[in-house]
Nanobody, 119 residues
Framework: VQLQASGGGLVQAGGSLRLSCAASRRTGTMGWFRQAPGKEREFVAAVSGSGDSTDYADSVQGRFTISRDNAKNTVYLQMNSLKPEDTAVYYC????????????????WGQGTLVTVSS
């Protein structure tokens, strides 16, 4: 599976961005991770294959929304009320199995898209 992420950019604190991740074919559980400079890659959000179930990191709960359009093989991450600490490269991920929060559960990675939030 090939994953193509897009939608990153520069935004002021309090603003919004929507990230997209287009897959080359139908996928199961999908997610977003992020990696800030000098930090480890961390889980952000995940959505089940049907789109009925979602999970979020505590740091983004209530501000970010993950969704998917299976007709387009695309997953979205709507990010609202952005904070400077959300600045990172965001990676979309297609899971194989295991914990949603573990990098080792990811089978395929997208190339990453940079989100910069200015204060």
């Amino acid at each position: 599976v090939q994953l193509q992420a897009s939608g990153g950019g520069l935004v002021q604190a309090g603003g919004s961005l929507r990230l997209s991740c287009a897959a080359s074919r139908r996928t199961g559980t999908m997610g977003w991770f992020r990696q800030a400079p000098g930090k480890e890659r961390e889980f952000v959000a995940a959505v089940s294959g049907s789109g009925d179930s979602t999970d979020y990191a505590d740091s983004v709960q209530g501000r970010f929304t993950i969704s998917r359009d299976n007709a387009k093989n695309t997953v979205y991450l709507q990010m609202n009320s952005l904070k400077p600490e959300d600045t990172a490269v965001y990676y979309c991920a297609a899971y194989s199995s295991g914990s949603l929060y573990s990098l080792r559960s990811v089978r395929y990675w997208g190339q990453g898209t940079l989100v910069t939030v200015s204060s």
